[in-house]
């Protein structure tokens, strides 16, 4: 399901110029402001900026190939043009100016450009000669009338040594302006959002524990897309390496006990809960307060009895007043039957399932592919990173709440 309250998609068409190595910042200001970032390269781009750059600060695989099939089967260029709610050229050279002037669609950047019916933004840079050209001026003319906005240029200090206008304003003034005349992306917009994310661990003696490979990073980067979707996010974590995204509470727990009460203390202030965290189903049934010798051991066959710790999740659902509650389910088989049946057991609003026999996905790696599941259909998201699977999540986690009639 998808609500036009979604966080805004941008894509972002970067040409061959100098200015092209301030792309990388420009996703970052997007993406603080909430945005849903796609760069797309020219080939003359790619002498400037690297994708691998773009890739990571916009969680999303860049474009530069009108030709490539493996992106096109993910997302076709038609449909990439028609998920836009706009498109920002930024650098944009003399030469792409006149392209698109011209209507020439000889790459995927001018392509899109052609067939994307939502507002259109370039920022252009190039040396003060080129943008005195009377045919730049002719060009920029008719993009205007076309309807596209003309962001700068800046004048000062070229890359080229001469001094003038040509140079590409500042990416945080451009992200600025656009998300000013396309609205910014609140669909969390003054919720409470309670997160769990990592592992826990059972300790059997001061230096042992039972736990499990979950790294954290699926459970952070929903703390980040909820709070750039506007939510107020608390975010308990169990033992994992990752810094703390910025404007997000943090609590630090270890075992599933202290996790438990970490949440439980917090839910009835939440509006929305998600357990992302691989909570440990048991622990030791005795902590040694010392390291357990092997002497201490009778058998080669050494056992240890354990424990069932307290569901967390379940235990939510008889909180009051209940958050909207949303789990995820690690499974090996079979999981979405034995999601949904997860879901009923544990009264929870909806599940995230991941196939975690898949080492690409799921724990400890950079992307993951998950079905959403509650009570009234299914949202499969395709394999992607986790970062854009958590934005993709927000959406439609919001507005599950929101026609719950809780947002
Ligand atoms: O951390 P990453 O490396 O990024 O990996 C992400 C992930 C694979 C850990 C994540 O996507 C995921 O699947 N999280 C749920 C893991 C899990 O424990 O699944 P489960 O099917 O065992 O549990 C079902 C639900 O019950 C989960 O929401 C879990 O948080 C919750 N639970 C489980 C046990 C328990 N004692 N209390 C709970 O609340």
């Given at each position: 399901m998808q609500t036009d309250n979604h966080a805004k998609r941008i894509l972002l068409g970067i040409s061959g110029?100098?200015?092209?190595?301030?792309a990388p910042m420009l996703v970052r200001n997007l993406r603080k402001m909430g945005a849903d970032v796609v760069p797309v390269l020219t080939q003359n781009a790619t002498r400037f900026v690297t994708e691998t750059a773009l890739q990571a600060v916009a969680d999303n695989r860049p474009r530069t190939d009108l030709w490539d099939a493996d992106a096109e089967a993910a997302m076709g260029h038609i449909e990439l043009a028609r998920w836009a709610d706009a498109l920002i050229i930024a650098p944009a050279t003399a030469n792409v100016i006149a392209r698109l002037a011209n209507g020439i669609a000889d790459d995927l950047l001018t392509t899109l450009y052609l067939a994307t019916t939502a507002p259109v933004f370039v920022a252009p840079a190039m040396n003060v000669k080129m943008w005195e050209h009377a045919a730049t001026g002719r060009n920029l003319e008719r993009l205007r009338d076309d309807g596209v906005t003309v962001l700068g240029p800046a004048d000062g200090a070229q890359a080229c040594g001469e001094f003038g206008p040509g140079r590409m304003i500042e990416p945080d003034e451009i992200a600025e302006k656009v998300t000013a005349a396309i609205g910014t992306p609140?669909?969390?917009?003054?919720t409470r959002v309670l997160i769990t994310a990592g592992p826990t661990r059972e300790f059997l003696d001061p230096v042992r524990f039972i736990s499990n490979r979950s790294s954290g990073r699926q459970g952070f980067a929903l703390a980040e897309a909820a709070h750039n979707a506007g939510a107020q996010v608390t975010l308990v974590a169990g033992p994992v390496h990752l810094p703390t995204p910025t404007g997000i509470e943090r609590i630090d727990v270890v075992s599933a006990k202290q996790m438990k009460d970490a949440v439980t203390c917090r839910a009835p202030h939440a509006d929305i809960f998600v357990s992302v965290a691989a909570v440990a189903d048991y622990r030791p049934h005795t902590v040694h307060g010392q390291k357990l010798k092997?002497?201490?051991?009778?058998?080669?066959d050494f056992r240890v009895a354990l424990k069932e710790n307290e569901d967390i999740v379940g235990s939510i659902?008889?909180?009051?007043?209940?958050p909207f509650v949303v789990g995820f389910a690690a499974e090996t088989e079979s999981p979405l039957e034995h999601a949904r049946e997860k879901r009923r057991r544990k009264c929870m609003d909806a599940i995230v399932v991941n196939d975690v026999s898949d080492p690409a996905i799921g724990f400890d790696s950079s992307d993951n592919a998950v079905t959403l599941i509650h009570a009234g259909g299914e949202v499969g998201l395709p394999k992607m990173r986790k970062g854009a699977i958590a934005r993709r999540l927000v959406d439609e986690i919001a507005a599950l709440y929101a026609s719950a009639g809780r947002g």
């Open positions: 110029g100098i200015a092209a190595y301030k609140r669909v969390l917009d003054g092997k002497s201490q051991q009778r058998s080669t659902a008889g909180v009051k007043p209940r």
